[in-house]
Nanobody
């Protein structure tokens, strides 16, 4: 059973930066496509970013493109989300997810394992 644990969330002022981490255990991390999602109060969980295996190509939601960067370190079983130029509308619980099947995906249903989430709050 794969377990994912996110960290790095917190409170930051608009324009600031945070780096989220997600560490996996119980599986072969290098085999997984990894995704980041977020969920704001009263809203559905939405796709943020994804990265292929072996530090391959990445894909971002339009709302974060140019501000967020997703990367991975397979030696540490960890995927990162560097978030710059944060906006109040980025406030949400951020989740990482692992996909065991081929190809990247933006749909939550296509991911097999999920972390518990970490809160990111961006103030004015």
């Amino acid at each position: 059973q794969v377990q994912l644990v996110e960290s790095g969330g917190g409170l930051v002022q608009a324009g600031g930066s945070l780096r989220l981490s997600c560490t996996a255990s119980g599986g072969t991390f290098s085999n997984y496509r990894m995704g980041w999602f977020r969920q704001a109060p009263g809203k559905e969980r939405e796709f943020v970013a994804a990265i292929r295996r072996s530090g391959g190509s990445t894909y971002y939601a339009d709302s974060v493109k140019g501000r967020f960067t997703c990367s991975r370190d397979d030696a540490k079983n960890t995927v990162y989300l560097q978030m710059n130029s944060l906006k109040p509308e980025d406030t949400a619980v951020y989740f990482c997810a692992a996909k065991t099947t081929p190809f990247l995906a933006t749909e939550t249903i296509k991911y097999d394992y999920w972390g518990q989430g970490t809160q990111v709050t961006v103030s004015l």
